[in-house]
């Protein structure tokens, strides 16, 4: 059965410390990982994966995918209250021809002032 | 300005009773998919399509019904036989084929309790 699995479920931190969340997955028929920002509503997208080793940077996040250990990370710098919101790491499952997302629980991060 | 609607934004259910959520896209996009979120959890798949007029079953179908008759649009009925309807569901969309390396847009959801 195909999984992805995130860590931590939950976190606390400073403004301006740094955060690395974590993603590994189990997935049949690979083809991209996918990050996304969930406030109140709506996740929006942040990063897709598709090759090893290959950062992704937008501002103070960035991102990277480990194709032969199989998982992703997620970095926050000089955090910001207004990061505060659930992170959403999902895999793009191909199997049987169909272009479907497995999503992990997600990450609960909360930034205090 | 392009996007994904959902509506209503709130909902309640009677036992028994079946609803309809709407979600209504203006991106040309070929597929569509409903997932469900509960609290603490990930999203789960419960229907998507590729193409007007067809559809497949995701993880949880059971007990919710969809329709594809217009490319823009992609109705969720939740029906009595869906026992927990409780959630948070949001509506996706998305190019289909080959690499298009674009991912799933969002709409902004609907959450529907039980009354």
């Known amino acids: 059965e195909d999984k992805v699995v995130q860590s931590p479920l939950s976190l606390v931190v400073h403004e301006g410390d740094t955060v690395t969340l974590n993603c590994s997955y189990e997935v049949t028929n690979f083809r991209s990982l996918l990050w996304y920002k969930q406030e109140k509503k709506a996740p929006t997208f942040l990063f897709m994966l598709t090759s090893s080793g290959i950062e992704k940077k937008s501002g103070r996040l960035s991102s990277i995918l480990d194709k032969k250990e199989l998982f992703s990370i997620l970095n926050i710098t000089a955090t910001q209250t207004g990061d505060s919101a659930v992170y959403l790491c999902a895999v793009e499952d191909m199997r049987g021809g169909s272009e479907k997302l497995v999503f992990g629980k997600g990450t609960k991060l909360t930034v205090n002032p | 300005d392009g996007g994904i609607t959902q509506s209503p934004k709130y909902l309640f259910r009677k036992e028994g009773q079946n609803v309809t959520l709407s979600c209504e896209q203006n991106?040309?996009?070929?597929?569509m998919y409903w997932y469900r979120q509960d609290p603490g959890q990930g999203l789960r798949l419960i229907y998507y399509s590729q193409i007007v007029n067809d559809f497949q079953k995701g993880d949880i179908a059971e007990g919710y019904s969809v329709s594809r008759e217009k490319k823009e649009s992609f109705p969720l009925t939740v029906t009595s036989a869906q026992k927990n309807p409780t959630a948070f569901y949001l509506c996706?969309?998305?190019?289909?084929?080959?690499?298009?390396?674009?991912?799933?847009?969002f709409g902004d959801g609907t959450r529907l309790s039980i009354l």
């Open positions: 996706a969309s998305s190019i289909v084929g080959g690499y298009s390396n674009q991912p799933q847009h």
């Open positions: 991106l040309n996009h070929d597929a």
